[in-house]
């Protein structure tokens, strides 16, 4: 299955070239383990913008959704077989990035 | 003649976690594992009594609990996908070495995985290993059976859309898992132990004695683990003592005064017998198994050797250096070295323990032995104030209006 997993973050682009040169080494693993599926970081909550096309003329404002003390900072995708292996895992992310983070199953797609 | 009922209710207690564990391996689920556990027992209540008890109990209810969940699944077949989706990822390859390949540990692991939440934990592990009915998982922790079936189904379908795995944990994690599933079972020890809420019986043995027979199964599945059977002495040890612990009056007794004559024997003797097996192995003691020991010293004799259990502390101290820990180190000093001695090392613990009632009631007894009447008064008064058990509150109300002003 796939977990998308989210970094709390609680300060605005606080990573460090020490987490950097860490991450990197850590997704140097998951691709070799083949549990890699998408990273990415994220610029801070205030550059949000929110969408809303439900109505008859789209509408934009500024965001972000939801004002909270702790917010995604990045992401990874991960491939694993269940989730005591995505845990393990990612207690080494965790450790890499130097922040907490959050593990969310990915719906699986309908049969 | 063997009464169909008497043979049924013993196969509910020592079947329905195998049954359960067989199911789910089986069918890779928890929700038809429960389901199917439930209905086979409901079928031998139905015929044993009139077409008779079967040669081999538990394999008839595994194989009726089987049927039961083929005809569930078929029943559901227009469901597949949803079924798929909550398949259990069962790991058929090789083991953690040394770990016995028991669907029954499987259980425990996975009732007890540290992604659930604690309550979870605990209502799933009494429901899937226990066998006790919603119904009376929720009036043993008070809450509402909706309430209570909601946590279960909840966390059956975390474990589900999750990926938590049903699997006894890798060489390397195994010890740790095995330390979550003891905190899970001491945590359903401690509230039948030291129940509290105003309306409730000081004592719960029914918790107390569902905690010891699931801990026994844990110990039968991993017998070569320390911690478990520090564990199991340490639940019986401190079992053994529940009828002396309660006056007739509803007031809690303090070890010092209990009657030695109504404590279990069978359950003391039990329990020493693991000690002095963990002591042979010549392994160093866990946590549990320190904490068995000085219960041990406290039952052994007419008088505990304060001297051993202010060594067994400082070993614990070591594992673990909680303020709680050096409370009760620091009550152990005061008998042997003095009280004056203890309550100055009691003193040092009082921003930790606050909010603590035994650090209250501790300071409280010491001052009261020592002569300081006002200074014990005002301990209790506190002590009071914080405790919830109804026979420790009883018992600390007397003993504040006998010290006087």
């Known amino acids: 299955m796939q977990y998308l997993v989210n970094v709390i973050d609680s300060r605005s682009e606080s990573g460090t070239a020490e987490e950097a040169v860490a991450i990197d080494a850590f997704n140097e693993k998951l691709q070799a383990g083949g549990h890699w599926v998408f990273a990415a970081g994220l610029a801070d909550p ?7 096309g439900r109505g008859a003329e789209p509408v934009f404002s500024d965001g972000p959704f939801v004002e909270a003390k702790e917010w995604a900072a990045g992401f990874w995708i991960i491939e694993a077989p269940d989730l005591d292996v995505a845990l393990k895992l990612m207690a ?9 983070l959050e593990v969310r199953p990915v719906l699986s797609p309908p049969a | 003649m ?18 359960v564990a067989t199911v789910a391996k089986r069918f890779g689920n928890l929700d038809t594992a429960e389901d199917a556990a439930a209905e086979a027992f409901a079928t031998a209540a139905e015929h044993w009594p009139s077409d008779g008890i079967p040669p081999n109990p538990g394999a008839w209810l595994t194989t009726t609990a089987t049927r039961k969940a083929i005809d569930r699944i078929r029943r559901e077949s227009t469901r597949d996908a949803r079924h798929r989706e909550a398949q259990l990822v069962y790991d058929t390859e090789a083991e953690a070495l040394g770990v016995i390949n028991d669907d029954r540990l499987r259980l425990f692991f996975i009732c007890c995985h540290p992604a659930l939440g604690i309550e979870a934990r605990v209502a799933l592990t009494l429901r ?11 009036r043993a922790f008070l809450v509402q059976e909706t309430t ?21 944990p890798a060489a390397d994690d195994v010890q740790r898992r095995v330390s979550g599933v003891l905190a899970v079972l001491y945590l359903i020890m401690n509230e039948g132990y030291l129940a509290s809420g105003p309306d409730t019986a000081p004592v719960r043995d029914d918790l107390t004695g569902e905690a010891i027979r699931l801990t026994r199964l844990l110990h039968e599945l991993l017998p070569e683990d320390g911690e478990v059977t520090g564990m199991l002495a340490l639940m019986l040890l ?16 303090p070890l010092a005064d209990q009657d030695r004559g109504q404590w279990s024997a069978a359950q003391i003797s039990e329990g020493h017998a693991l000690v002095r097996e963990r ?17 041990a010293v406290h039952t052994d004799g007419d008088a ?51 909010q603590y009632h035994p650090y209250h009631a501790a300071r409280a007894d010491f001052l009261r032995r020592m002569g300081r009447a006002p200074a014990s008064r005002a301990a209790y008064e506190a002590a009071i104030g914080l405790a919830g058990n109804t026979a420790e509150v009883a018992f600390l109300t007397r003993r504040r209006d006998e010290v006087g002003e």
Do not use: F
């Open chain 1, 46 to 52: 205030t550059t949000s913008t929110l969408v809303d």
């Open chain 1, 92 to 100: 080494e992310g965790s450790r890499a990035c130097n922040r907490r």
């Open chain 2, 2 to 19: 063997i009464d169909a009922r008497d043979v049924l209710t013993r196969a509910h207690r020592e079947e329905w976690a195998r049954v």
């Open chain 2, 128 to 138: 899937m290993v226990g066998g006790l009915s919603v119904p009376e998982i929720a």
């Open chain 2, 148 to 168: 209570m079936g909601a946590r279960i189904t909840r966390a059956k379908a975390k474990i589900a859309a999750a990926g938590i795995p049903y699997r006894v």
């Open chain 2, 238 to 253: 401190t079992d053994a003592r529940r009828v002396a612990r309660v006056s007739s009056a509803g007031e809690l007794v």
């Open chain 2, 279 to 295: 002591l042979a192995s010549g392994m160093a003691p866990g946590r549990y198994q320190l904490l068995a020991a000085i219960n």
């Open chain 2, 304 to 354: 505990p050797d304060w001297a051993q259990i202010v060594a067994l502390y400082d070993q614990l101290v070591e594992l673990d250096s909680s303020p709680i820990v050096r409370l009760n180190r620091a009550i152990a000093v005061g008998e042997r070295d003095g009280l004056d001695v203890g309550l100055a090392q009691i003193d040092t613990l009082n921003d930790k323990l606050q």
